[in-house]
């Protein structure tokens, strides 16, 4: 089993920055990859940032350039910089781990990010 807590959301004016966290904690060892997504107030759901256990990164085109994602080993914890925010940002964000083991996939409670123009 596979804990995930995020934490850092909030309500930010537009042009400003957020540092959302995912921290881990059960089997930890199973986790190959973690994910950042969002899902917008009209309910659609984006992948916006995935690293892997290798440090190799992806980017949705929507936030290459303004999000950040890194994974700090020793505290467990997965990172989402993000500058540059815009409204359309707004969203529920949900990191999920993929792991090496069934179920594969574990997510979080999710944290609001609200940008404000």
């Known amino acids: 089993q596979v804990q995930l807590v995020e934490s850092g959301g909030g309500l930010v004016q537009a042009g400003g920055s957020l540092r959302l966290s995912c921290t881990a904690s059960g089997d930890t060892m199973l986790i190959t990859a973690i994910d950042w997504y969002r899902q917008n107030p009209r309910k659609e759901r984006e992948a916006v940032a995935t690293?892997?256990?290798?440090?190799?990164?992806f980017y949705a085109d929507s936030v290459k350039g303004r999000f950040t994602i890194s994974w700090d080993n020793a505290k467990n914890t997965v990172y989402l910089q993000m500058n540059s925010l815009k409204p359309e940002d707004t969203a529920v964000y949900y990191c999920?781990?993929?792991?090496?083991?069934?179920?594969?996939?574990?997510w979080g409670q999710g944290t609001q990010v609200t940008v404000s123009s």
């Open positions: 999920n781990a993929q792991c090496s083991r069934r179920p594969y996939n574990y």
């Open positions: 690293i892997n256990s290798s440090g190799s990164t």
